[in-house]
């Protein structure tokens, strides 16, 4: 008789199978929305104020370096205001390619050589690395630290943000100082500047104006086009995916 029961109710009352849909949090939708509002609006600004200075300086780069800011900002690692640093190894050694950008008043500090590591490239840097006496240079975002004097004179230590990508730069003794071959002069000579250990070496004209500036606590953002990087960056690519 059970028998009789259960199968009429599987004929009357057939079993439904249901597709559960994972919802985006509406939440987040609407956060990401309007961090990207404002990396896109502060972007335009600072892009009006310095790109008819600084035609070197690519928008896109701009973009991902403002997106990573932000959301060191948001994670409480940065203060907001602070200035920003960018560095494009996608240019050639030869031609000025770190910028520190005043982001309180929107416009540009200071533009400036700068060297890569020597096993990264000649003209360029093309290979890059986060391991010890690899003697290449290291992509991705990092906070400047503080100050010290060593072999070099007065200096900068940073720290890599970014997990298998920088984040050995304090062991790899990664600082910003100034050298010879870092100057125009040496470009003149050779075509290029010369090469560090895998540190973002400066000319000695304003360095310690610039390390001065940046140091304690601000963003860097080391940018080349390496699909890698830019597909597993935790700082960008988010804005997207909104």
């Known amino acids: 008789m059970l028998k009789i029961i259960a ?47 600084h035609k070197s300086l690519k928008k896109e780069v701009l973009l991902l370096a403002y997106e990573g800011y932000l959301k060191m900002v948001s994670e409480g690692m940065l203060e907001e205001g602070k200035p920003l640093t960018i560095i494009d190894f996608d240019l050639p050694s030869s031609e000025e390619r770190l910028w520190v950008i005043d982001i309180q008043n929107q416009g540009m500090e200071y533009v400036s050589l700068v060297a890569h590591g020597r096993n990264s490239g000649g003209l360029h840097a093309e290979k890059f690395s986060n391991v010890p006496e690899s003697y290449m240079s290291s992509l991705g975002f990092y906070l400047t630290g503080e100050t010290y004097f060593g072999k070099h004179g007065k200096s900068l230590r940073l720290d890599g943000m970014e997990e298998g990508v920088n984040d050995n730069a304090r062991l790899r003794a990664i600082v910003m100082h100034a050298a010879d071959y870092a100057e125009a002069s040496f470009v003149k000579r050779h075509g290029r500047l010369g090469r560090s250990l895998g540190c973002p070496a400066l000319p000695d004209d304003e360095f310690e104006h610039i390390i001065d500036l940046i140091k304690d606590k601000s963003c860097l953002f080391i940018h080349a086009s390496e699909k890698e990087y830019l597909n597993q960056s935790a700082f960008i690519g988010n804005l997207s995916a909104g």
């Open 7 to 53: 199968f009429t109710l599987l004929v009357v009352f057939p079993v439904f199978s249901f597709e559960v849909k994972n919802f985006e949090d509406p939440v987040r939708i609407n956060e990401t929305k309007l961090v990207s509002s404002k990396v896109e609006t502060v972007v335009e600004i600072l892009w009006d104020n310095i790109r008819a200075d």
